[in-house]
């Protein structure tokens, strides 16, 4: 890191070097891919396009060199061609060679496949032949503008490429200021909190912001990481398929915190014995009898048996089970809490629930009580008026339901 970087204590430096294998992952970078490269928080990987170009490319690597900080540039064919120098210069400073196709098309996703194809093909060969040595570049690729399709991605997989996105650019190739690129980098950088860092080693206005790009860098705590190709000598850096997302599941989501257990584990010697095929016979034979009975006449078509195993194990293939360990069944505390939580808050909400129904029972209750109240009211007496009117229209009464006057019958008007 600094540390090592003698004469220039305030350089950056390189944390650490990652070493990845093209073929397991052929596709990264997050500004269209799902996963990146395997970093851990506040760790960056610094990258070129375009170069070599003389003059602009040897101050970046000028400006590197002065924080020891390592980085991987991205060369175009044409350019590898006309400036086989440089390439050498990018190899024999440590950085990683890597390809940007032949001529740099701005529409190679339009291109028909086989163009595509000879671009790649193309741009390898003017690099490999610019390095002078018989080596070839890293297996790494990116698309001019990152305009790729499927068929492009499909071809370098099977060429054995990894076709290298990025995370967050800093619009060096824009008609913008060197301020406004030091801005969106470190604004771009802050929201995502790692990645893949897009810029380009041919722009004067690159050339002037990255230095205080560093200097920025290491005053926040971020880390510079170099990335290059795993080969026969030198395996790839052991890693987590979820380590190659940017942000991988929160571990506060109680899925994600659910223990793994990657392969059975055995608590020792000790078998179960293996359960015998009768006790597997779910005895369906009265089955249709307690359906008919439960229709209350009502027939019902027969239920169909469970098809019953034909064909056994050879006697004694297996006569017992591994006992598992009592690992299996330990809950990290972490995700005993989650869980606990989430209960609780099923609680919470079931209470809130059940005292809500009860509230509207008694509603209900206090409702029908109401109206039972109002049934059993008598009727309210007609007024005066009407009774006469309903009298003159039914006529005399007979004589026997008349009202007798006093002394002439008893007190409910009966005949005497």
Known sequence: MAADCPGHPDAIGTSRTIVVDPRAHPIIGTMQYGKTLPLEDHEVVLTFDDGPLPKYSNEILDILAAHCAKATFFLVGRQANANPEGVRKVRDAGHTVATHSQNHPVGMDRLPLDRSRLEIEQGIASVTAALGDGTAPAPFLRIPGLRT????????????????????????????????????????????????????????????????????????????????????????????????????????????????????????????????????????????????????????????????????????????????????????????????????RRTATTAQARSTEVSSAKLAGKSRRHGREAAAQPPARPPDRLRRRRKALAGPSPPSLRRKPNGMGDRFGSPV
Not at 191 to 209: C, E, F, M, N, Y
Not at 278 to 298: E, F, N
């Open 149 to 344: 399709n499927d068929g492009i991605e499909a071809f370098a997989a099977s060429k054995g490429l990894q076709v290298w996105s990025a995370d967050f650019p800093a619009d060096d190739w824009r008609n913008v200021s060197a301020a406004r690129v030091y801005e969106l980098a470190i604004q771009r950088l802050e929201a995502k909190g790692k990645g893949i860092l897009l810029l380009h080693d041919i722009q004067p206005r690159t050339v002037a912001a990255l230095p205080r790009i560093l200097r920025e860098l290491k005053t926040r705590g971020y880390r510079i990481v170099h990335v290059v190709p795993a080969t026969p000598d030198r395996p790839a850096t052991p890693t987590e398929p979820q380590q190659w997302q940017l942000h991988p599941p929160s571990e506060m989501v109680a899925v994600s915190r659910w223990p793994k257990v990657p392969k059975f584990a055995s608590a020792g010697p000790a078998a179960l014995p293996v359960p015998a095929l009768s006790d597997l016979d779910w005895r369906t034979t009265d089955l249709g009898v307690r359906t008919a009975r439960r229709g209350r006449g009502v027939p019902l078509p027969p239920a169909a048996r469970w098809p019953r195993q034909t064909t056994l194990p050879p006697a004694g293939a297996v006569a017992a089970l591994p006992v598992p360990a009592a690992s299996l069944f330990k809950i990290p505390e972490s995700a005993r809490m989650t869980l606990l939580a989430a209960s609780a």
